[in-house]
Nanobody
């Protein structure tokens, strides 16, 4: 069974940092791109960052460029999202997902096939 487990969320003050992790199982992890997405209350789910199967290609939403860094460890079946200089507008539930279609790193949520359960990130003083 394909499973993705997101973790690492929490409450942090503006300007703080969090590191999210996505642990995967049930498939050949190193063969597929992984994406991070977020959804704030009343808003649509949006792409935050993504990483190719090898880790050589990445993308970031304009709103997080220079603050977030995505990485993966294919030996441990894990993707991380390091989030620095957090802002209140980063508050959302964060999800990781896998794209089984091998078409590069894609940004749109419908491109992804299996989703983790989400982890809450709250940025507030």
């Amino acid at each position: 069974e394909v499973q993705l487990q997101a973790s690492g969320g929490g409450l942090v003050q503006p300007g703080g940092s969090l590191r999210l992790s996505c642990a995967a199982s049930g498939f050949t992890f190193g063969d597929y791109a992984i994406g991070w997405f977020r959804q704030a209350p009343g808003k649509e789910r949006e792409g935050v960052s993504g990483i190719s199967s090898s880790g050589r290609s990445t993308y970031y939403a304009d709103s997080v460029k220079g603050r977030f860094t995505i990485s993966r460890d294919n030996a441990k079946n894990t993707v991380h999202l390091q989030m620095n200089s957090l802002k209140p507008e980063d508050t959302a539930v964060y999800y990781c997902a896998v794209d089984f279609k091998r078409l590069g790193v894609r940004r749109d949520p419908p491109a992804y096939d299996v989703w983790g359960q989400g982890t809450q990130v709250t940025v507030s003083s």
